[in-house]
């Protein structure tokens, strides 16, 4: 809040110090106005500061400002803020003083970057000493992330004292230990509570937790890996070390050379400012798809009514990000009580398929519902396809590393669904698989964009199935 109410008052004050800049330094403008009263009551200066400044605050948050504000690098913020003050002075420049009639060229270019400067200097340096006072509170250990480490043993309780001593600045306050088996040796002085892991949701309410830190479980890669799937309901940050990373077959990215090398399997690698974004993106997206398709929705209802018996929607509880289940929304394509028997895949000529619902399976628009969970943020437009959790459950069996595809939210289309396709066997899934994890290696707001034209191209082109 101190950062979102410092970033207003300072771009509102900076364009107040800039249109005192123009009025005393722009001849035309000050013939034009003749006093200062008058030019404050301009379209021009009223427009910037009623607009402008709330403009601004979504490009900050879309930015990624206000994200993980207690760990901030302060490299990242300095090169962010004069990234966003950039891009509001070109967005004033282009709505409120487009209209200014000033003959020189140059003055055009000096206020540009006079506005730039002010901007960047008044937003920066609130910016700067907000950070500053947080850097002391966590340092200090006034102020931090409640954190538990999974697992009892030595390194563990190394892990503790360097984060209580020589890495203190990442904030990350250990307030116990968690563990993991029946039997456990607890013998050893670990200064700390040592919670059982059945406890952990109760716990986790009770103590503030925030962060989790995962050891290596002394079983060896699948014990481990059980341990990430119990956890990640939580939606908690959850944390490995690089050693550890290996197992999940996937390449670590560090950014913070100054801190334990830890690193956050609970969450993509893509940046908060892509992040955000991208969601902004789902939202806008998803509400427009359902206005302007809605016509297309009375259609396909009437011809799903008038081809079988049973309701037009479909809803089947998947799992998705962070592990929650949530109820997916599609065109119904089968007949009523298609799975009265139990869970089944549909292979190619499967009899459950009803003739529109071939249809619409073929162009993918059994999934055009999918937009009403993207809008409610149970999904994306891009992210790995979600699955039910009987299926989930052979999967791991087989291929353990599945469960970090629970890093992001399930999407209405992936890579895997463009380079696979609708996966029919377990084999098929876990084929796809692969897609997925390539896309979480990948994601970018830009790959994102390269996965829809191609889901779009194979709509047109009827290789949906």
Request: with cysteine.
């Amino acid at each position: 809040m101190k950062y979102i109410v410092a970033d207003y008052l300072s771009t509102a004050l900076a364009l107040v110090l800039f249109n005192v800049a123009r009025y005393c330094l722009v001849d035309t403008i000050y013939e034009q106005y003749g006093s200062f009263l008058l030019f404050l009551q301009s379209n021009g200066v009223i427009l910037g500061l009623t607009v402008i400044p709330p403009v601004m605050m979504v490009i900050y948050y879309l930015g990624g400002m206000y994200d993980h504000v207690i760990q901030r690098s302060r490299l990242q913020e300095f090169v962010s803020t004069f990234t966003t003050s950039c891009i509001g002075t070109l967005l004033y420049f282009f709505t409120a003083l487009i209209n200014d009639y000033i003959p020189q060229t140059k003055i055009n270019y000096e206020m540009i970057l006079l506005l730039i400067v002010l901007l960047f200097g008044c937003v920066y340096t609130c910016r700067a000493i907000i950070t500053q006072y947080t850097t002391r509170k966590v340092f200090s250990g006034e102020w931090g992330y409640n954190t538990l480490i999974v697992g009892v043993s030595e390194s563990a309780r190394r892990m503790a004292s360097d984060l209580s001593g020589r890495y203190r600045s990442m904030g990350m306050k250990v307030v116990g230990y968690v563990s993991t088996q029946e039997g456990e040796d607890l013998s050893g002085e670990y200064g700390l509570p040592v919670y059982d892991i059945d406890d952990l949701p109760e716990i986790v309410r009770e103590e503030n937790i925030q962060k989790l830190i995962i050891v290596q479980h002394q079983s060896g890669r699948r014990a481990t890996v059980d341990i990430i799937n119990r956890l990640f309901p939580l939606d908690l940050s959850m944390f490995i070390t690089p050693d550890l990373y290996n197992l999940m077959t996937m390449r670590p990215r560090m950014t913070n050379v100054a801190a334990l090398p830890l690193i956050d399997i609970s969450r993509s690698d893509m940046p908060p400012s892509t992040l955000n974004i991208k969601r902004f993106s789902d939202i806008v997206v998803s509400a427009t798809a359902l206005i302007v398709l809605l016509p297309v929705f009375v259609v396909i209802a009437i011809l799903i009514k008038c081809d079988s018996r049973g309701p037009v929607f479909y809803r089947q509880q998947r799992i998705g990000y962070h592990k929650r289940p949530f109820d997916i929304i599609k065109f119904r394509t089968m007949v009523e009580d298609a799975e009265a028997d139990g869970p089944a895949l549909s292979i190619g000529d499967d009899p459950r398929i009803t003739g529109v619902g071939r249809v619409l399976r073929k162009y993918r628009l059994d999934e055009l519902p999918n937009f009403w969970n993207v809008l409610r943020g149970d999904m994306s437009l891009v992210g790995p396809r979600p699955e039910r959790e009987y299926y989930i459950r052979q999967i791991l069996e087989r291929a353990p590393y599945y469960t970090m595809v629970h890093q992001v939210r399930p999407g209405i289309t992936s890579w895997g669904m463009v380079q696979y396709g609708y996966a029919n066997t377990i084999d098929g899934m876990i084929e796809r698989l692969k897609y997925d994890l390539l896309y979480l290696e990948n994601v970018s707001f830009l790959v994102d964009i390269k996965i829809l034209i191609y889901t779009v191209r194979t709509v047109l082109t009827g290789r949906g199935m």
